[in-house]
């Protein structure tokens, strides 16, 4: 009795000390958070007079862009991030203390979560409660997840360094004096089409979305001078700023003296119950959910419904769908801003009103929003089946993991997503629009004349889609296009997109590419440049040991693009990026409580219904969206004698499992 009475005495008095010290701790966390909040408040100050002076991108700057549109959530989770990364600095800076650890602050700052009990039928808009345990996973306006720890100089948010110590190579100079120069493999013998390229695209649209930091009231920040002769001094630069420096040799920039290229830091983020920095928001859902089509809100989701037959409202003079006013809103702004790049999307949202007059027909007691509801879930699981059953060509190694698991966290990866951008290298120079009777008459359009001309395809609905079916992807050369006139001014100069995926990399805290490959399980034990020869060849290794510092500081796109120019025989992605791949695409469907084939799933699919959607394939999509009498019967590859093509008639849904 009197050893029961001590214990329980023994552990009440830790209890009390715990929670006195778990006070303390609050305290602490509390004043310097405080203070931290207020060096943030002071640096946005100073920003704003700033661009109150005129230190802003004006029109006809290399780079302008019409100003972004940063929803009051996205800016409140960009402000909320730079606290806890001013925090996290601070404590490193100025006090003593050991916060290697930030987990037992975080009720301090967030609260303590709440778990759901119960998904709802059908997934959400933002992807909200996709797991109850953590139902903040893979949804919209959180940080993106990691497949490698983050690679911060100071381990906050300040770029990587060379192991030397010394900065990085310029950006552009590794595109100028390595990717632009380097050996490359012969082209596979059955050439895909552009459609291909684009589906990855609409892919990363659908699943990321990461956006710059915008100005004070909106306005582009200026990194540059506004003759892009140099960087701005220290004085006069915002903290956003990371612009990439530009040799004074450039072969196509020396023309007109421009020696920096201007670029801003991604908005960062944090997810809620957590205290992080250095995390990048992504302003979509993690799903492959359709979601830049249906939007990342039920406002914006609402905007573009018709409320009738559970359509989307897509005016015959459009190519996505619309308000009521026929403006493009939410996520389809950014689809419009490339013709090509509508072109999925495009696709996709006439597929769900197919969709939807078909559920409909089989069920007429159903309402609108049942009709939408199954129409949406059907699309979505269209996409799923697509993405996951018929790409082998990018990669070979496939996972199917069929059942779900609540410990795997769904949220896309920054490396994931850094990945799709090799699909700038297989860009040709134009776009093209392929007369519907005569095959051979092609209009050819600059890409850097029809950035923000969605015109281009509204006008030119059936030639865009013939285009993009006939041409075949680029395995030349980087075009002059990506790599010196992306968003280019009247001059006829741009901005350099393959510097800028360098950099963007490097600021959202990218693994090396040796320290991804160890991640992997590949062979890393590279001491030297000259040990890279069991990787590549020779000419490439000279490449890199020409202008990076130590093997180690090889940036992941960079080493990433040279493994893919050695495979291209055989597949468009190189091992690295092939294993990031892989792992995503694990996560994505063990993490999705949704996707089409759990048979745990809220709502699962019949084993009908889901040979339905097995047999409906983007070959039938194509035929059923468009006005095409005949789709290669490979869709993905350029037309040939091995690849002919097939009739679209009788190609249908088959909408009796739904009845």
């Not at 696709?347 to 049942?370: C, K, T």
């Not at 097995?614 to 039938?620: A, G, K, V």
Request: hydrophobic share 35%; with cysteine.
């Amino acid at each position: 009795m009197f050893l029961k009475n001590f214990l329980l005495r023994f552990v009440l008095l830790i209890l009390i000390y715990l929670k006195f010290v778990g006070s303390q701790n609050c305290t602490k966390f509390s004043i310097n958070y405080n203070i931290a909040k207020e060096i943030v408040s002071n640096r946005h100050s100073y920003e704003l007079n700033l661009q109150s002076s005129g230190f802003v991108m004006k029109e006809g700057d290399i780079g302008y862009t019409e100003t972004g549109t940063t929803s009051p959530r996205s800016g409140k989770a960009n402000s909320d991030a730079e606290h806890v990364t001013a925090f996290e600095t601070l404590i490193r800076d100025q006090t003593d203390d050991d916060f290697s650890s930030l987990v037992e602050y975080e009720d301090c700052l967030l609260g303590r979560r709440s778990n759901l009990t119960s998904h709802p039928k059908y997934r959400s808009i933002n992807g909200y409660g996709n797991n109850l345990k953590n139902p903040y996973w893979g949804s919209s306006g959180v940080s993106f997840g990691r497949f490698a720890p983050k690679a911060y100089d100071d381990g906050i948010h300040s770029i990587r360094k060379s192991v030397t110590g010394r900065e990085l190579p310029s950006p552009r100079k590794l595109v100028t004096d390595v990717l632009l120069k380097a050996e490359k493999a012969n082209p596979p013998s059955r050439t895909p089409n552009m459609l291909l390229n684009l589906i990855f695209l609409y892919l990363t649209h659908d699943m990321a979305f990461q956006a710059p930091v915008e100005g004070i009231n909106g306005e582009n920040i200026r990194c540059c001078s506004k003759d892009n002769k140099n960087v701005l001094s220290s004085d006069f630069l915002n903290s956003a700023c990371l612009p990439i420096s530009v040799p004074h040799d450039d072969p196509f920039y020396m023309t007109k003296n421009v020696r920096c290229l201007n670029m801003i830091r991604a908005q960062q983020s944090t997810t809620p119950y957590t205290l992080q920095s250095g995390e990048i928001l992504n302003k979509a859902t993690s799903f492959i959910d359709h979601s830049a089509i249906y939007g990342t809100e039920e406002s914006d989701t609402n905007k573009i419904r018709t409320f009738s037959n559970g359509k989307l409202r897509i005016p015959s003079n459009k190519v996505l769908p619309t308000d009521k006013n026929g403006n493009y809103v939410g996520s389809s702004l950014r689809l419009a801003v490339a013709p090509i790049g509508a072109v999925w999307p495009a696709l996709f949202a006439r597929n769900h009103n197919y969709l939807a007059e078909g559920l409909a027909g089989v069920n007429p007691q159903w309402d609108d929003e049942r009709i939408f509801q199954e129409a949406r879930r059907t699309n979505i699981a269209i996409f799923q089946s697509g993405i996951f059953t018929g790409l082998g060509i990018i990669f070979k190694k496939r996972n199917d993991e069929t059942y779900y698991n609540e410990a795997v966290n769904p949220s896309i990866s920054l490396e994931f997503s850094g990945s799709y951008r090799l699909g700038h290298f297989y860009l040709q120079d134009n776009m093209w629009l392929v007369d519907v009777n005569d095959p051979q008459k092609i209009e050819k359009i600059l890409h850097s004349d029809a950035l923000g001309r969605i015109d281009l395809f509204e006008n030119n609905f059936d030639e865009t889609i013939r285009g993009v079916l006939l041409q075949p992807l680029n395995f030349n050369q980087f075009s002059d296009e990506i790599i010196n006139k992306y968003v280019k001014n009247e001059d006829g100069m741009g901005l350099d997109l393959l510097s800028i995926d360098i950099q963007r990399g490097r600021d959202h805290g990218h693994p090396t590419f040796l320290d991804a490959r160890r991640k992997c399980g590949f062979n890393a034990d590279f001491k030297s440049f000259d040990d890279l020869i069991a990787i590549f060849p020779q000419k490439n290794v000279d490449l890199l040991k020409a202008i990076y510092d130590d093997v180690d500081d090889i940036d992941l796109h960079v080493g990433a693009f040279l493994e893919t120019f050695s495979l291209f025989t055989t597949v468009l992605v190189g091992e690295t990026y092939g294993c990031i791949i892989g792992e995503q695409y694990r996560r994505t469907m063990g993490g999705d409580a949704y996707f089409y084939k759990h048979k745990t799933s809220p709502y699962p699919f019949t084993e009908a219904q889901i040979n339905a959607i097995e047999s409906f394939s983007f070959h039938h999509v194509i035929c059923k969206n468009t006005n095409e009498k005949s789709v290669p019967r490979d869709w993905s590859l350029f037309e040939s004698a091995q690849n002919p093509q097939i009739p679209c008639d009788n190609l249908s849904f088959n909408f009796l499992p739904w009845k």
